[in-house]
């Protein structure tokens, strides 16, 4: 085999993610009064527009969750007994799907800063000309060229303008035919299913008067390829962010940031879900002793900072890794480790509130008058709550998850910029800040790593707030989806007077 | 004299997900000056949003499409906005059903008629305050200068409507409209609010437009009614003409469908169908296809209101010509339903008791500090003791927080009676812990007043009905249990169909039947009934109580009836017994009861309901105050500070239960003198 598979602590919890959402979907589908409020969310432009951006995003963190060590190339073999089986032998570095089809981009380090798109470095260094005939050449102090950005350019002076526009407008006349393809297989797979003809649906596509926004979502997608493709094209030949301190490409950083981002927004809930919904819901449906012991726990929880039970943590993980270093043999799994640790404190630390909102929702439940007839019935207690109040707050349950998202990835980046997040090591916007801390404080400044950061996290919480409040409007029974307006009025009005 | 409020062909109509809702389809009603205007009709027929139609106060997706609306003869629908603020609360003023939702909680009472005093007149400072005080002595709070200070928590329901009432009138309005003002409240607070309003009435002049589903208040209340059926008006009759002569089959429907002593022993009229969803477009009559009387013409042509005799006009072919009025139809509405039919279980002698309660206490304890001392106790039922025979009813009656629904589910063992015995077919259940309590809990079982919160809303129907039988096994298999899932089904007259959906899909009668199936697939033998009609609108009403009837006919099922309604009682019970803050106060036949009631609460509980026939001018007797609080009842007899007959001794101690002929118990002091 030419690659070992390495399953990761948190690969392993995210395909577990997977399925249980997928599962969720299944059952969804199969009944009417969840598959309603899903539908209201279908049919939001803005949240379906969102969903086209985490779409992305998602598909990005998917990526780079598969994980693998590439086999090393054999060595020339020394040994006449070619009989013998050979032993593989493979990388010590564990390289993602993503890390393989960025490998352009990754693999090209310069030797520090530039800017985005430079052909030349940032700062000025001792160049030595070549000397004429054999002579030592000359030292000078310039702006040397980079050793990838802009290589292929004869003339940077001349050429550099002409070579990005071009290239650009190249990746945007190639976007268009894109675009109109996932337009085609659109039509494609929904045609049949409205029983319209295509030109119709078109019309109604065009004219916004589908059900599913599609217009919303096909301009989101345009504009989408209108900014990946050009940027894909650019950067087969430039860095279009620029790189970093060490020279590494920061859209790769960036990009291999998204993965610890989601991780973080999506497996901190799955820790802390089980706490939250079995102690809210038992302090609410049990009252007595165990309401008072659960109100407890979580009051003392609360009051503790939780930046310091966070930080408490991840040193001592940290003691534990530096005195066990068996346990861990690379360090991608060290620094993985870490990962799920903080996603595990994080949850610790973040489930009173949801919990709180929970027992409130089942003390207001268990008075209900269904509730008692099942109590009437000498139902167990354990069977009530599972049956007449979990599929009953589930919705608080949902909104709270998908609102705690963007919380969190930006609590990540604070923690690590505190630096009692994740490992070092590991690319993640928080250690993109961190190092911006000292960017921004030369002269000149080091702008792009906090731009790239701030354009990147801004994009994923944006589309997960967006994605958040459709969800909530659709979900909260309180929120009642704006009626639409009358058509008639004042016209039909004038015409019946 | 020209009409005070003018409205003309009005149409209100709503856009929602399902169509255009046609609320108000045209309706045309005046109301003259010093009247008052009842507006009667089933949830959903538009009479609310005929009253938020001329405040303009309707839902963001409402919108009046046409009509006008005259008041004084100035059109308030072309009023700009701005005006029409000058017109709400100044000309107009309005009170509504819930007075526990329409006090701001955190504004004290005096500033909130304050707020309506300066926005539309000029007086202030002292002026003010006096008026504010002239306007709680008006209303009859007592104490209003220290009422003034405080909040709506600190006040009790019917001081809360007094307040709303109070706010209304601040500006002295020419039309005051109450959206059920009555609904919320007891039947004896009830009659001190509508007592109330018409003396404010015959002392300002003012007009009332009354919007209300109880014929009783329209009875004791109106000048002028009219039905409104489906978005539209179809009958408009004076007080006398209307409670005389019924003309629209509706409305004498409605008539019959009213549960009463008189129709005992028979079965409620009931209206067929459902009312027709207001999205449709009507080319007929919109009762046509519920209507017992209906032809061809009636599906085809939609009937005009045709002006009959003397001011009464009605929406219906009958009248207008197309087919003769038959005299034999205007037979009175109130005419008793099949005499002969009498009911079976009346002569059965009331055999050993199934049920048997004796001095059981519900005490709730009161904890307060740190530590959840216990300071004191509620005593929400305190020392209640009843029998039932098998197949017979009792009606549990009191007043809301008198402890009766506490009662009953003590009896169930929902809640663990603090002292006393229930005895359940010769075994006492009050001992009974777990395992032994859960077995026999398929013996006596709960129907719930509200269906829309006693049904799962994410179960099925067929989950519903499974649950009990699951957890008490009365059906082992899946097979048995389907196959009596559709004979339970079948019994309270769903299809077999129903199973496969959820609750959210059917009307409030529809879904109180689905309770009532969940309840009996267990093979109860008792059903304790909490309020179980209360919450629907008369002709479903009608069908549930005669569903319950002919179950208890069929199945000999004994039901244990708690209820604050009088005429329900009269039609279905056996047997009374009278609650008064946590105990019984008088008890006995039906019969016995309700015509010659002993105890002063009872007779004046009973002279409170508002009765249809207005011939014998009947003498309500006022009950001062409210119920006292369960925490801290009055010394001796509860009822003695509110009782007009209270002598020095009822404050000593608690009367003893004196019987008063076979079946007959009061607990009063009055009638010691007569058993000696």
Redesign the interface.
């Given at each position: 085999m030419p690659f070992l598979p390495v399953i990761l602590w948190t690969d392993a919890l995210i395909y577990l993610l997977l399925a249980v959402v997928a599962v969720f979907v299944w059952y969804v589908r199969r009944h009417?009064?969840l598959r309603a409020p899903w539908w209201r969310v279908a049919q939001t432009p803005a949240a379906m527009s969102a969903l086209v951006v985490l779409a992305v995003f998602v598909v990005i963190g998917l990526l780079d969750s598969v994980h693998f060590r590439l086999a090393l190339p054999a060595a020339p073999d020394t040994r006449t007994d070619r009989a013998a089986p050979r032993e593989l032998a493979y990388a010590v570095d564990v390289k993602s799907a993503l890390d393989v089809l960025l490998s352009s981009i990754a693999n090209r380090p310069e030797r520090t800063y530039s800017a985005p798109l430079a052909t030349h470095a940032y700062a000025k260094e001792t160049v030595e000309l070549p000397g004429k005939d054999g002579e030592p050449g000359r030292q000078v102090r310039d702006y040397p060229r980079l050793k990838y950005g802009g290589a292929h350019l004869r003339d940077p002076g001349r050429d550099w303008g002409p070579d990005v526009l071009r290239t650009a407008f190249r990746g945007a006349a190639l976007a268009l035919p894109l675009w109109l393809l996932a337009a085609l297989v659109l039509v494609a797979a929904c045609t049949p299913a409205d029983r319209l003809t295509s030109r119709d649906f078109w019309h109604a596509v065009w004219r916004g008067k589908t059900e599913v926004p599609w217009r919303a979502i096909l301009i989101t997608l345009g504009l989408l390829l209108l900014v990946v493709v050009p940027v894909m094209l650019l950067s087969r030949h430039y860095h279009v962010l620029g790189t970093d301190k060490v020279g590494l490409d920061v859209l790769y950083l960036s990009l291999k940031s998204v993965r610890t981002a989601l991780v973080i927004g999506t497996l901190t809930t799955l820790v802390m879900l089980p706490f939250s919904v079995m102690l809210g819901i038992m302090a609410g449906y049990l009252r007595g002793w165990v309401d008072d012991l659960i109100q407890y726990f979580y009051t003392t929880l609360n009051s503790i900072p939780g930046v310091l039970l966070i930080a408490a943590g991840v040193l001592v993980l940290q003691v534990y890794i530096e005195t066990h270093p068996d346990v861990f043999p690379t360090s991608a799994q060290r620094a993985d480790f870490r990962l799920l640790w903080l996603c595990i404190i994080l949850g610790i630390t973040s489930w009173t509130g949801l919990c709180r909102l929970l027992r409130g929702e089942a003390l207001k439940l268990r008075e209900?008058?269904?509730v008692?007839?099942?109590?009437?019935?000498?139902?167990?207690q354990w069977?009530i709550m599972a049956?007449?109040i979990l599929?009953?707050v589930m919705h608080i349950v949902l909104i709270s998850v998908v609102m705690d998202f963007s919380g969190l990835v930006l609590a990540e980046a604070v923690l690590s910029y505190v630096g009692v997040g994740v490992d070092p090591s590991m690319i993640s916007f928080g250690t993109m800040i961190n190092a911006a801390r000292l960017e921004m404080g030369r002269e000149p400044m080091v702008w792009w790593s906090l731009a790239s950061a701030f354009v990147f996290m801004l994009a994923l919480v944006l589309a997960a707030n967006l994605f958040a409040d459709a969800v909530r409007d659709a979900f909260d029974p309180r929120v009642r989806v704006?009626?639409?307006?009358?058509r008639?009025?004042k016209t039909?009005?004038a015409g019946?007077? | 004299m020209s009409a005070l409020l003018d409205i003309k062909d009005l149409k209100t109509w709503l856009d929602s997900s399902g169509g255009t809702v046609r609320a108000i389809d045209g309706i045309s009603i005046e109301v003259a000056r010093g009247e008052t205007f009842a507006i009667v009709g089933e949830s959903g027929c538009g009479k609310s949003m005929t009253a938020l139609s001329v405040l303009r106060l309707l839902p963001e997706a409402g919108q009046i499409v046409a009509g006008s609306v005259l008041l004084g003869g100035e059109d308030l629908l072309g009023l700009p906005e701005a005006a029409m603020r000058g017109v709400r609360g100044r000309r107009i003023a309005m009170i509504f059903q819930e007075p526990a939702t329409s006090l701001n909680p955190v504004l004290t009472v005096g500033r909130q008629i304050a707020e309506v005093l300066e926005r539309h007149t000029a007086l202030r400072g002292e002026a003010m305050q006096k008026r504010m005080l002239e306007l709680l002595v008006a209303v009859g709070i007592p104490d209003p200068a220290r009422r003034m200070g405080e909040y709506a928590f600190q006040l009790s329901g019917g001081m809360k409507q007094r307040v709303m009432i109070a706010v209304a009138l601040a500006a002295e309005p020419d039309l005051l409209i109450a959206d059920e003002p009555t609904t919320a409240l007891d039947v004896t607070i009830q009659a001190q609010v509508l007592d109330l309003l018409s003396g404010l009435q015959r002392a300002s002049g003012m007009a009332i437009l009354l919007i209300t589903h109880d014929l009783g208040v329209v009875a004791q209340m109106a000048h002028k009614v009219a039905v409104m059926y489906a978005g539209q008006i179809i009958e408009v009759a004076s007080r006398e003409a209307f409670f005389g002569a019924p003309l629209h089959p509706y409305s004498r429907k409605l008539f019959q469908a009213l549960p009463g002593s008189e129709r005992r022993g028979g079965e409620l009229a009931v209206i067929r169908g459902q009312v027709p969803p207001l999205t449709t477009e009507f080319r007929g009559c919109r009762f046509a296809e519920r209507c017992d009387l209906a032809w061809e013409r009636c599906h085809v042509e939609v009937p005009g209101l045709t002006a009959c005799d003397n001011g009464h006009s009605v929406r219906c072919h009958l009248y207008d010509g197309g087919k003769g009025v038959d005299p034999g139809e205007r037979v009175s509405a109130a005419a008793p339903a099949a005499p002969g039919a009498t009911d079976v279980s009346e002569k059965v002698q009331s055999g050993p008791a199934l049920l048997s309660v004796d001095g059981l206490k519900v005490h709730f304890p009161i904890h307060k500090g740190l530590f959840k001392r216990t300071v004191g106790q509620v005593k929400a039922v305190d020392g209640i003791s009843l029998d039932i025979a098998t197949a017979r009813t009792l009606a549990l009656v009191g007043e809301s927080g008198c402890g009766k629904t506490t009662a009953g589910k003590a009896i169930l063992q929902l809640i663990r009676p603090s002292a006393g015995s229930v005895r359940f077919d010769g075994r006492e259940l009050t001992r009974l812990r777990g395992r032994a309590l859960r077995e026999r809990r398929a013996d006596f079982q709960l129907i719930f007043q509200d269906p829309y919160a006693s049904l799962n809303p994410r179960m099925r129907v067929a989950d519903i009905l499974a649950e009990g039988m699951q957890a008490l096994g009365v059906a082992d298999t899946v097979a048995e249990r389907a196959a009596r899932m559709d004979r339970m089904l079948a019994q309270v007259g769903l299809n077999a169909e129903a199973k496969l959906r959820y609750p959210h899909e059917f009307s409030g009668g529809q879904r109180q039947r689905i309770a009532i199936a969940r309840a009996l697939a267990v093979k109860p033998k008792l059903i304790v009934c909490d309020e179980p009609t209360s919450a629907l609108d008369v002709s479903v009403q009608a069908q549930i109580l005669n569903l319950l009837k002919q179950l208890q006919r069929d199945l000999g099922l004994t039901y244990l009836f708690i209820t604050h309604n009088i005429a329900v009682v009269e039609y279905l019970a056996h047997e009374v017994a009278v609650m008064y803050l946590g105990r019984i106060v008088e008890r006995g036949t039906v019969d016995a009861v309700l015509r010659t009631p002993r105890h002063p609460y009872t007779q004046a509980l009973l002279s409170a309901v508002p009765a249809l026939d207005q011939a014998g001018e009947r003498k309500i007797i006022r009950l001062r105050g409210e119920l006292p609080s369960p925490a801290n009842p009055p010394s001796g007899c509860h009822f003695h500070p509110r009782c007009p007959q209270a002598m020095a001794e009822c404050k000593r101690e608690y009367p003893q239960p004196i019987r008063l002929g076979e079946n007959h118990e009061v607990n009063c002091v009055l009638y010691r003198a007569q058993t000696r």
């Open positions: 009417a009064h209900l008058e269904y008692q007839a099942a109590q009437a019935f000498g139902v167990s069977r049956r007449h599929p009953n704006g009626a639409r307006k009358l008639w009025g039909t009005q019946e007077a | -």
